[in-house]
């Protein structure tokens, strides 16, 4: 029973890791295995905030722990686990910004969901152009957008 229950978490933090490192790909837009300022403030302005120049440096220099100016994979990790005054906050403003969408709460946005928030936002878009945008973001062609999915929009919509 115990080796059951321990490949049971074995599995689970197996695939922690591979979310982990999927939304560190999504914010290292050159591939240089580092986050830089910029990729973050980017990042960030796709979700609504704006920080100034400053705040994005606080930001980093709060995680980067060898000083190189970027964040690290090991330091994203943290930022993301809530280890920096702002990742708890940062965190719950990217589920936020997803949950806007998700309006039942079931962990989906729908093609019904989006349009009715795309039409608040003052986007009348047709069925169609609904449907091309959910379409586009519905990696595993469910029908709906998972919130890695929702992530991984942001990021192609920010131009990266």
């Known amino acids: 029973m115990a080796s059951h ?7 689970k933090l ?11 790909a ?3 837009t050159d591939r240089s295995g580092t986050i830089t300022v910029e990729e973050l403030g980017n990042f960030l302005q796709s979700l609504g905030q704006d920080l100034s120049e400053e705040e994005l440096l606080e930001v980093v220099q709060e995680v980067d722990s ?6 690290e ?10 280890g920096g005054k702002r990742g708890a906050a940062f965190h719950k ?8 969408y998700d309006k039942s709460g079931d962990g989906h946005i729908t093609h019904d969901e989006l349009q009715e928030v795309l039409k608040k936002a003052g986007q009348n878009l047709s069925e169609k152009q609904v449907g091309a945008a959910l379409k586009a973001a519905d990696v595993d062609g469910d029908g709906k957008v998972s919130y890695k999915e929702f992530l991984k929009l ?3 919509t920010n131009g990266q």
């Open 26 to 28: 999504l914010f290292d």
């Open 154 to 156: 942001l990021s192609v």
């Open 66 to 71: 060898n000083q190189t100016g970027s964040v």
């Open 93 to 100: 403003e990217l589920a936020d910004a997803f949950g806007v």
């Open 73 to 82: 994979f090991r330091e994203f990790v943290r930022v993301v686990e809530g």
């Open 14 to 24: 197996q695939n922690q890791l591979k979310e982990l490192t999927e939304a560190f």
């Open 5 to 11: 229950a321990a490949e049971i978490g074995k599995k």
